[in-house]
């Protein structure tokens, strides 16, 4: 039988394989995915004989010789643009295509030649070959496997094996399609890649149907759906089903925001058009709406300051006239005398109403904090004077001061931590009473070594020392400040919470929640570090611990008076405020200066004019009607030079002035101002 005879015989023999056997599984019975099936296959060869017959019956010439239906079938086999051979059991191939023989050219012809030596390079057959399984197993197989190419390293080839019968219904071969399908894995590659992309993304996204089923979710939307008690082939919660079905009927966008949690989630539900289904897309917000809260707070405090800049200026020049005349009044008052001790009250109360306007300057960040050696004890008693008047007589006010150790701190933001305690304490009591204990001792922190009984925050009495542990300080010596209440506590949930900004745990209008983050803060920049213990019902007690400086001030230092500089130079005083420029002009002279006082910066400028050697130092207040006191100091120093300027102000802003700068301004005196205070401060630039 010739060639063209093979192929008729062929044709039978797939057609006759195609219909007996069970095609288009694997051995386990499933068919992979994203290929053409097995049934596809074998139906593509039943109509290819099918069509064969058909096709030679229709266009067979009447007495032609029969053996043009067989060249007719070589054609058609021929022009099959996938591979297609027939091997015996041994796997020898018997006939291939011209796609076959085309394609492997370099080993053409391929007839008689071992498959796995053409085409695989090996001189035995491959463990995965669908040939050898068809011909086993009597059924099909198929497999795809990657194919070494030089021109393509990535390429992949699908083999599916039949087997072959002869006439008598043996199996004696096998027959092998062939297809390139290096295109189509990549195409799966980017479809799994790309359906990857959702699930990969760190933000929710959903698919919803029509109807408000969840068609798909991805990790990242799980908040939503815990909190939506729902999952992915469940329906949307009420709402947001009908939110969904709105979407879809209008086409149009819609925006919505859901809390889970302690997160806060921005929603858009997003209609596809023409396809029946609503994508959402979430996005968490929690940190922009907690920025959003900061602005504001801080858009706030900014006119807080604004406004308080504004009244410590009125307010330090009314301070100034008070301490004074009060000053004034004393140096003429016989010593121990009832008089003498009420201005000395008065002074005092001028005292601490300087260092209160100080303390709101500082909040609104209106003047430079400074950390120096400091008595908190003094800062203790102080505070502790303001809540007694502020305090409720339900809430009784009690103290147990143990140290004078120093501390390298800032009164003020010491002043303000205490007072924020306090004040949160007196909350937590504000319906019952009850008792506010504030306490200050030393204590020695010593390292973990098995002395101390507990752990951290163990608590000892040695030899008249207070010893503790804490795993987060350093060994040495410590003052602890304490604070305590018999309010109604705090749950462990909630102090996990407590200085995180904006947590509180009072109603709207009681409190922003910047109290304890504040505290928190200032603890920080001063190197210690706070700690509380709480139970509900029990009250709360919170502990700072900040290092302490070997220098200690004597008692006899700390209450020295200072002595007042005397001089006999001319001076040049200048301030708007009448009383303010009488006080400066009797308090300098009182001291043997010559004093010259206007309270017009422009007066003041055509005085120094018409006589710039007779001055050695002028004293200008800072904000002045036409010419500002920066503004006066560069006009003097055009006309001479040298001569030194004091600035008195409200508040010390590097941004208004600066010492030693170009207009000449040798020191920068912050209002009320003591005698004592001015007087040095004109020592100061003029002994140089």
């Known amino acids: 039988m010739d060639k063209a005879a093979d192929y008729k015989t062929l044709g039978c023999r797939i057609e006759r394989s195609g219909v007996e056997d069970s095609v288009g599984k694997e051995p386990d019975g499933a068919v992979r995915e994203g290929h053409p099936s097995l049934e596809s296959l074998q139906e593509r060869c039943v109509l290819f004989t099918k069509g064969f017959d058909q096709a030679s019956r229709k266009y067979k010439p009447v007495g032609e010789d029969p053996r043009h239906d067989a060249r007719f079938l070589e054609t058609v086999f021929n022009s099959m643009q996938d591979g297609l051979i027939v091997m015996d059991s041994d796997l020898n191939i018997v006939c291939a295509n011209v796609y076959m023989e085309t394609t492997y050219g370099e080993n053409a012809p391929l007839t008689g030649k071992r498959c796995y030596t053409v085409f695989w390079k090996r001189n035995r057959p491959c463990p995965w070959c669908p040939a050898l399984r068809a011909i086993d197993t009597v059924e099909a197989h198929r497999e795809i496997v990657p194919y070494p190419s030089e021109d393509n390293p990535m390429k992949w080839m699908e083999l599916t094996a039949f087997p072959l019968r002869n006439t008598d219904g043996r199996i004696e ?273 010593e390292p973990w070594n098995g002395l101390l009984q507990g752990t951290r925050g163990a608590c000892q009495t040695i030899m008249g020392e207070t010893r503790i542990v804490h795993l987060d300080l350093s060994p040495g010596c410590y003052t602890e400040l304490s604070v305590s209440d018999t309010g109604h506590g705090m749950t462990p949930e909630v102090m996990e919470n407590i200085f995180d900004p904006f947590f509180t745990t009072k109603k709207r209008g009681e409190g922003t929640g910047m109290g304890l983050s504040q505290v928190h803060g200032i603890v920080e920049n001063h190197r210690g570090t706070i700690r509380v213990q709480s139970d509900p019902g029990k009250g709360s007690t919170f502990r700072i611990y900040l290092p302490v400086v070997e220098k200690r001030q004597s008692q006899a230092t700390r209450t020295e008076k200072p002595a007042l500089p005397y001089g006999n130079e001319h001076i040049l005083f200048v301030d708007d405020e009448v009383a303010l420029a009488d006080i400066g002009k009797k308090s300098l002279e009182s001291l043997g200066y010559t004093v010259d006082a206007r309270t017009s910066s422009v007066e003041a400028l055509e005085l120094f004019k018409s006589a710039p050697e007779e001055f050695d130092v002028i004293v200008s207040d800072m904000m002045m009607p036409k010419i500002s006191g920066k503004k006066l100091a560069e006009e003097i120093r055009r006309i001479r030079p040298g001569i030194p300027v004091i600035i008195c102000t409200g508040f010390s802003e590097n941004v208004l002035v600066k010492e030693g700068d170009e207009s000449g301004i040798r020191a920068i005196l912050v209002k009320p101002l003591m005698t004592h205070e001015l007087a040095a401060g004109i020592r100061k630039v003029l002994d140089v």
């Not at 359906?195 to 969840?214: L, Y």
């Not at 504001?296 to 504004?310: N, P």
């Not at 701190?409 to 305690?421: E, F, G, K, R, Y």
Request: with cysteine; charged share 25%; aromatic share 4%.
């Open 173 to 445: 071969g096998a027959i092998e399609y062939v297809k390139d399908v290096t295109e189509s894995k990549r195409a799966e590659a980017e479809i799994r890649r790309l359906a990857r992309f959702s699930g990969e993304n760190p933000h929710p996204v959903m698919r919803i149907s029509g109807e408000g089923t969840i068609e798909y979710a991805n990790d990242a939307a799980a908040p939503l759906l815990n909190t939506w008690k729902c999952s992915v082939n469940q329906a949307l919660p009420g709402p947001w089903s009908k939110m969904s079905r709105e979407v879809l009927c209008s086409g149009l966008r819609k925006d919505a925001q859901v809390k889970c949690g302690k997160r806060i989630f921005s929603l858009t539900f997003a209609p596809v058009r023409n396809s029946g289904y609503v994508n959402i897309y979430g996005l968490d917000i929690t940190e922009l709406k907690q920025l959003a809260v900061q602005l504001r707070q801080a858009q706030k405090m900014e006119a807080m300051g604004t406004l308080a800049s504004g009244i410590a200026h009125d307010f330090n020049n009314i301070l100034s006239a008070v301490i004074g005349y009060t000053e004034l009044s004393m140096e003429g008052v016989e010593k121990g005398s009832v008089l003498e001790s009420n201005l000395g009250e008065v002074l005092k109360a001028g005292g601490r109403a300087k260092n209160l306007v100080k303390q709101i300057l500082t909040f609104t960040r209106r003047t430079d904090l400074a950390l120096v050696p400091l008595q908190i004890m003094d800062v203790v008693r102080e505070a502790l004077k303001l809540l007694r008047a502020s305090l409720p007589s339900t809430i009784e006010i009690r103290s147990k001061i143990e140290s004078d150790s120093v501390v390298v701190a800032d009164s003020t933001q010491i002043h303000q931590v205490l007072m924020n305690l306090c004040t949160n304490a007196a909350h937590a009591m504000r319906e019952d009473g009850g008792i506010l204990e504030v306490g200050l001792r030393d204590v020695v922190c």
